[in-house]
């Protein structure tokens, strides 16, 4: 179990790192991929679940990385703001996303620069 925690959290990890690549690489394609977050019930229920297992998975693995404490207050953080919109109705999310997407479009590059160091700073706690 822990292994494949241990995979989850490296694979979030490099997750936020080609993700803010990509924000620089392909600006036009993450503004598409953007736009898509909580359009639709199936994207809602799907980004949580992926959320909840992230978020198990930093729980899970926290105790075999550096700052262990931190990551187990972020793997909690992720599991109860999943559990929290599971029980939303995603129309509630589709009407956030609907102001938020295009604050976080405009501001892209910054966007960016967090999934970078977010993303190294869990590689780092990994490894």
Not at 5 to 30: K, N, Y
Not at 50 to 77: D, E, H, I, N, T
Request: proline share 3%; aromatic share 16%; net charge positive.
């Amino acid at each position: 179990m822990t292994w494949i925690a241990g995979s989850v959290v490296v694979a979030s990890g490099l997750w936020l790192v080609g993700f803010a690549l990509a924000i620089f690489v392909t600006p036009a394609r993450a503004r598409r991929f953007l736009g898509r977050f909580a359009s639709s019930a199936r994207a809602h229920y799907t980004e949580q679940a992926l959320r909840l297992v992230a978020g198990l998975a930093f729980v899970l693995f926290a105790p075999q990385m550096r700052y262990s404490k931190l990551f187990v207050a972020f793997g909690w953080l992720l599991v109860v703001t999943a559990a929290a919109l599971l029980l939303v109705p995603w129309r509630w999310h589709h009407r956030f996303g609907r102001w938020a997407i295009p604050l976080a479009i405009e501001y892209m590059k910054l966007l960016a620069l967090g999934s970078l160091a977010l993303g190294v700073f869990i590689l780092v706690g990994v490894f």
